[in-house]
């Protein structure tokens, strides 16, 4: 069974860089993304590995957030740099195997799997 388990979450200041983590269990799965979503807006991709070297990131974010993974501990990091209180939002982990365009890698619908989320909330 596959389970995705995202930390790292919790209250920074506008300016901190907190890196979040996603253990990933059951499989390891190549497409991988961070996505997040605000109160009361549309879940949305920020950050996406398709696990061939390829990453992409939401115009948001670009320059700011870097997408990260260790193969080995079968992990998937997000660090992020210079936080904004409108980046405050749940944060998801999601992973799936099915070939994909590299186009469509920030796309919900390409992701079957998904943690339950980690709470970032900063404050200005």
């Given at each position: 069974?596959?389970?995705?388990v995202?930390?790292?979450?919790?209250s920074?200041?506008?300016?901190?860089?907190?890196?979040?983590?996603?253990?990933?269990?059951?499989?390891s799965?190549p497409?991988?993304a961070?996505c997040?979503?605000?109160?009361?807006?549309?879940r949305?991709?920020?950050?996406?590995d398709?696990?061939?070297?390829?990453?992409?990131y939401?115009?948001?974010?670009?320059g700011r957030?870097t997408?990260s993974?260790?193969?080995a501990?079968?992990?998937l990091?997000?660090?992020m740099?210079?936080?904004?209180?409108e980046?405050t939002?749940?944060?998801?982990?999601?992973?799936?195997?099915?070939?994909?365009?590299?186009?469509?890698?920030?796309q919900?619908?390409?992701?079957?799997?998904w943690g339950?989320?980690?709470?970032?909330p900063?404050?200005?």
């Open positions: 069974q596959v389970q995705l995202e930390s790292g979450g919790g920074v200041q506008a300016g901190g860089s907190p890196r979040l983590s996603c253990g990933i269990a059951g499989d799965l497409h991988r961070w997040r979503q605000a109160r009361g807006k549309r949305e991709g920020v950050a996406a398709n696990g061939a070297g390829s990453t992409t939401a115009d948001s974010v670009k957030f997408i993974r260790d193969n501990k079968n992990s990091y997000l660090q740099n210079s936080l904004q209180p980046d939002a749940m944060y998801y982990c999601a992973a799936d195997r099915r070939p994909t365009y590299w186009s469509r890698l920030l919900q619908s390409t992701y079957n799997f339950t989320g980690t709470l970032l900063v404050s200005s």
